[in-house]
């Protein structure tokens, strides 16, 4: 089973959506999570840290449910410059190996 | 400030050939990632250092793959020989090294083994 899985896509929605990404983790121990945003052909960049308590960046919304393992990110009022590919990434936090494990990502098409 | 810089961007190779990568992280960043990305998938890591020590290369095919970060500074990411199935883009990601930096790439190696 992978570290981290999401659900490929596409999702295909339109303009001013509200759209819901999930990913689970099997790894149980203590790790921070995150989710990037890779744009086609570009390389991934840091979208938000994600906290068990939630976290609020403007459209967009993180939440992680440490008691069923799963890692949320939700959209609102989509744009069409959202359109790209959404990377959900564990880093373990007691360790000195602290490199960012990704999920294979959920493409999303913002549609006019 | 600059980012992470690679090079070549693009490389495209016979199989058996051997190829090189090059990386310059950000300055003052002590950690530095190698990531391997086949088309539809997550990043993969295929190694981490911390300043020009290994910290992690065990998903690294070593029979081919060789890596290293001499001064602790830039880093060059080898295959010899290469295979078919080595197409891929390969990041390169810089963080300063402590407990919940983010990790910055770099626009990536995209390599096309025929």
């Known amino acids: 089973r992978k570290e981290v899985e999401q659900d490929p896509g596409p999702f295909n929605v339109p303009e001013g959506a509200t759209v819901a990404f999930n990913c689970t983790y099997s790894?149980?121990?203590?790790?921070?999570f995150f989710w990037y945003r890779q744009d086609c052909r570009k390389e991934p960049k840091l979208l938000m840290s994600v906290y068990s308590s939630g976290n609020e960046d403007g459209r967009f919304t993180a939440q992680l449910n440490r008691a069923s393992q799963y890692i949320s990110l939700l959209i609102r009022d989509s744009k069409l410059s959202d359109s790209a590919t959404y990377l959900c990434?564990?880093?373990?936090?007691?360790?000195?190996?602290?490199?960012?494990?990704f999920g294979s990502g959920t493409r999303l098409q913002v549609q006019p | 400030e600059a980012g992470v810089a690679q090079s070549p961007r693009y490389k495209i190779i016979e199989k058996r050939q051997s190829v090189a990568f090059w990386c310059n992280p950000i300055?003052?960043?002590?950690?530095l990632y190698w990531y391997q990305q086949i088309l539809g998938q997550g990043p993969k890591l295929l190694i981490q250092f911390q300043n020009n020590g290994v910290v992690d290369d065990s998903q690294l095919p070593k029979d081919r793959f060789s890596a290293e970060r001499l001064k602790g500074v830039d880093s060059t990411l080898k295959i010899q020989p290469a295979k078919l199935e080595d197409s891929a883009v390969y990041l390169c990601?810089?963080?300063?090294?402590?407990?919940?930096?983010?990790?910055?790439f770099g626009q990536g190696t995209r390599l096309t083994v025929v």
């Open positions: 990434v564990g880093r373990p936090m007691d360790t000195g190996r602290r490199a960012l494990t």
């Open positions: 790894n149980s121990a203590s790790q921070s």
């Open positions: 990601a810089s963080s300063p090294g402590w407990l919940g930096t983010e990790a910055f």
């Open positions: 300055s003052g960043h002590a950690t």
